[in-house]
């Protein structure tokens, strides 16, 4: 019988005041009330440490890098001592047969009940030759760990629907992992995905111990339920016709919308303009560069990143942004400004509300 959450923060010498922080951080990670916080102290309370294996196929592993480098402060908690990450190649100490050893003993000590984190597409072509790892492909050790994981999470575009790996011609026959079992897979696609969003979906898992309300593509609704153009801070550009024509023109220094350069957010499920990267600092669109789809399946065949396509997939009700510059009568830039913190304010608080929502179903 192993020690409880609770049990394992006391032996660090946590209080009792830390420990009720760390839930409250806990419960806004996973996208949840305050008046959730009871729960998440009880449930770590009562819990033991879950043990989690995870899986590195075909990826660049910038899904470990987002993951150890979120800012909030629980997450040393969270990878060090809530959960028990008993397997994952870049960051443990065994190697060779020592960690294969570390892997079967999970499996075999925690059937039914460990975590399988999977970051990277697994090859099929050629029977599999392209992604081995101590002389086992890469399908092959998924399937075996798979087998009786009570949750499986899929880091990253790669893991969620190929990304880079999977584009055309796709020579090794890079496969997304939901298509290699029969389990439900939780996709938390992003290239990569954000850090808060990956430990707020872990979080999840453990405090509520069920899988987050999925969208169609097995997505956690909370955190890919808007669209990265919902909240862009650029949007009111976008609604005025300001558009950026070139890189570096006047519209560019005064921070018109990118939809013309190629933007995607208007295709794009995904936090960012939401929660932002690095603490909340900024993302890609705020630094200057538009959108290009990163969480969304054949992102890659989607078209050149930086040529407006007049038509994107599954782009519908603003397909005349092209022409809305000719219709929308002339806004003060101070207008928009305004008009811009207003609406993010206003889109912000919609997006907590549905967040509460989606909890309560
Ligand atoms: Fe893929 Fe992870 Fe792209 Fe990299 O490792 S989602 S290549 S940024 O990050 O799997
Ligand atoms: Fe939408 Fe992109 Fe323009 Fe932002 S920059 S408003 S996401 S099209
Ligand atoms: Fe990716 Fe677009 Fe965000 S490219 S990082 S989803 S702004």
Redesign the pocket.
Do not use: L, R, V, Y
């Given at each position: 019988m192993g020690h409880t959450i609770w049990e394992e923060a006391q032996q660090k010498g946590v209080s009792r005041r830390d420990f009720l922080q760390l839930c409250a951080a806990a419960a806004a990670m996973a996208g949840l009330s305050q008046s959730s916080v009871a729960q998440v102290v009880s449930a770590f309370e009562k819990k033991e440490k879950p043990a989690v294996v995870w899986l590195?196929f075909q990826?660049?592993?910038?899904?470990?890098?987002?993951f150890i480098r979120s800012t909030h402060p629980i997450m040393a908690e969270v990878l060090l001592d809530v959960l028990s990450l008993n397997y994952t190649e870049t960051l443990m100490a065994p190697a060779g047969f020592q960690a294969e050893k570390s892997l079967n003993d999970t499996i075999q000590n925690n059937k039914g009940k460990y975590i399988v984190l999977v970051?990277?597409a697994v090859p099929t072509h050629d029977g599999g030759v392209y992604c081995m790892i101590g002389g086992k492909t890469a399908e092959s050790i998924l399937k075996t760990v798979l087998q009786d994981a009570a949750a499986v999470i899929a880091?990253?575009?790669?893991?969620s629907n190929g990304?880079?790996?999977g584009a055309k011609p796709n020579p090794t026959g890079a496969t997304p992992i939901y298509k290699l079992t029969d389990k439900t897979v939780i996709n938390v696609?992003?290239?990569?995905?954000i850090a808060e969003v990956m430990v707020g979906v872990v979080t999840h898992l453990l405090v509520l111990g069920q899988i987050p309300a999925l969208d169609s593509q097995g997505r956690p609704k909370e955190f890919y339920g808007r669209r990265v153009h919902d909240t862009c801070y650029r949007r009111p550009n976008y609604d005025a016709g300001l558009f950026v024509e070139s890189w570096d023109d006047e519209g560019a220094r005064k921070g018109y919308c990118l939809y013309k350069m190629g933007c995607r957010g208007p295709v794009t499920y995904n936090a960012c303009s939401v929660t932002k990267w690095n603490g909340g600092l900024s993302y890609p669109i705020q630094s200057g560069h538009n959108c290009i789809g990163?969480p969304e399946a054949g992102y890659w065949d989607n078209g050149p990143f930086y040529q407006h396509l007049a038509s994107f997939p599954g782009f519908g009700i603003e397909s005349t942004a092209d022409t809305v510059g000719a219709v929308v009568g002339v806004a003060t830039l101070a207008g928009v400004a305004a008009h811009a913190v207003v609406t993010n304010v206003r889109k912000r608080k919609v997006i907590a509300e549905v967040h509460v929502e989606d909890q309560k179903e």
């Open positions: 590195h990826e660049c592993t910038c899904c470990s890098e987002s970051e990277g880091w990253g575009s790669c893991a990304c880079i790996q696609p992003g290239c990569p995905p990163c």
